[in-house]
């Protein structure tokens, strides 16, 4: 079955198909937009130049200031891509959970939960990549449906 005939049957309200990561195009068309959007929460969390390189797979330091200064000149990687994404929605659900400024602290913040051990969930997120990511990510969506 083709992914038209599928989408033409879904039903309202289903997530769509997530962006083909693969294609060089869809990549392109999305990485400005996402170097710009995490550079500006970056900028709201206060994180150093480093923990920002880490967030985004231990890039250099000299690559981040070339993403931030030409983003639209530059195509993301999936793996980056996925990480800008997670960034994003972690920011969201912050947003959505609590007030601007502890939103935007709270990254930085030494939490107790066992995710965290004590230390910021940037820090824990930085360690274990990806994964730690997504799991930040799905905690957050989780205290945000129990409210």
């Not at 309200?13 to 869809?26: I, R, S, Y």
């Not at 000299?62 to 990687?77: A, I, N, S, V, Y």
């Not at 959505?96 to 995710?115: G, M, V």
């Not at 820090?123 to 205290?143: C, E, F, K, N």
């Amino acid at each position: 079955m083709s992914a038209n005939l599928v989408n033409a049957h879904s039903d309202v309200g289903q997530q769509q198909l997530p962006p083909d990561l693969h294609d060089a195009a869809t990549r392109n068309e999305l990485s400005g937009a996402a170097i710009v959007t995490v550079q500006g929460i970056f900028d709201l969390w206060g994180l150093a130049s480093e923990s920002a390189c880490d967030l985004l797979g231990g890039i250099s330091d000299r690559t981040w200031q070339r993403w931030k200064k030409g983003p639209e000149r530059q195509m993301l990687d999936q793996d980056q891509l996925t990480r800008a994404s997670l960034i994003i929605g972690i920011h969201r659900a912050l947003r959505i959970l609590y007030s601007k400024a502890y939103a935007d602290a709270w990254p930085t913040l030494d939490d107790q939960h066992p995710l965290f051990a004590g230390r910021t969930p940037v820090y824990a997120m930085s360690r274990g990549g990806i994964p730690a990511m997504h799991a930040t990510r799905q905690l957050l969506d989780g205290w945000r449906g129990a409210r």
